[in-house]
């Protein structure tokens, strides 16, 4: 049996294939920025191996945030092999490639992250050959749920939000600027606080504040990223992640306006991956 894996900043999914049914299972998002191999293999032992049930895993497919270089792939490896010593063949590759191949399978094509944070590449078919920076919530991950739950909060804190969205807001999160501020500076996860901010959006679609919000933000992502690439007049644009699955259909206003060609959009990459593994 083969066990999948997609590891975002705030969950794992974990599905398991090969048997007479598929099963689903969660744990916390797993990164090497925040983990050690004995940290992983401690959650895993606590909060997966129990629900996997003595299932005969032969192979471990291990897609990640974090994971992009060697050494951070090395690491969850490790953590991995700790955790399964039984198990031969463990991969451990970037959510990025995650993305190319769920979205792209063996095609060429513009693979693109937009959920908790973002990211995009150029991908061949087998490889990723063109990828921009992706330097985090801090100075980049444009288009995403934290980029665009900190333009939330902004429009709060500066009062730009009209009387309307403003008592909407304040029903909403019952939060205070001081608690903002430390959530932002002191708290853990500061890019899954903003993003939490980023439902707001889908919940008050049809103001014109809030589609401003998500096409300034989204083109930001298209002007930073996709307009690096030569390839994005060529190939077909394809995104996943909770961002770009709820505002989908301002990604195809975009890319009309940009005159690209829109791809597929994906709430998930789990089921283009349990596609790859087949």
């Known amino acids: 049996m083969k066990l999948i894996a997609d590891s975002g900043a705030t969950k794992t999914t974990w599905t398991l294939v090969g048997g007479p049914r598929r099963k689903t299972l969660q744990t916390q998002g797993i990164s090497p920025y925040f983990f050690t191999p004995d940290q992983i293999s401690a959650l895993l032992q606590k909060d997966l191996l129990p629900k996997l049930k003595g299932a005969a895993v032969r192979a471990i497919h291990f897609y990640g945030t974090g994971c992009a270089t060697p050494e951070n792939s090395a690491l969850v490896q490790k953590g991995l092999k700790e955790a399964f010593p039984q198990v031969r063949t463990i991969t451990v590759q970037s959510d990025l490639m995650a993305a190319a191949r769920a979205l792209c399978g063996r095609k060429k094509g513009i693979a693109c992250i937009?959920?908790?944070?973002?990211?995009?590449?150029?991908?061949?078919?087998?490889?990723?050959?063109?990828?921009?920076?992706?330097?985090?919530?801090i100075l980049g991950d444009e288009g995403s749920g934290a980029y665009l739950g900190k333009k939330v909060v902004q429009y709060s804190i500066y009062n730009t939000f009209d009387e309307d969205l403003?008592?909407?807001?304040?029903?909403?999160?019952?939060?205070?600027?001081?608690?903002?501020?430390?959530?932002?500076?002191?708290?853990p996860w500061p890019n899954r606080y903003l993003a939490?901010?980023?439902p707001f959006l889908s919940e008050n679609r049809g103001h014109y504040m809030i589609e401003n919000i998500l096409e300034d933000g989204l083109s930001d992502f298209f002007f930073t990223h996709l307009y690096k690439y030569p390839e994005t007049w060529k190939y077909p644009i394809h995104f996943v992640g909770s961002i770009a699955w709820h505002f989908r259909d301002v990604l195809k206003e975009l890319c009309g306006s940009f005159e690209l060609q829109l791809g597929e959009v994906m709430q998930s990459p789990m089921p283009g991956l349990l596609r790859y593994h087949a």
Not at 118 to 128: A, F, K, L
């Open 114 to 137: 937009l959920g908790t944070g973002s990211n995009s590449c150029v991908y061949d078919g087998r490889n990723i050959v063109r990828n921009n920076p992706a330097p985090g919530f």
């Open 166 to 187: 403003a008592h909407k807001f304040r029903l909403r999160f019952a939060t205070t600027y001081r608690e903002i501020l430390q959530h932002v500076y002191k708290e």
């Open 196 to 198: 939490s901010f980023a």
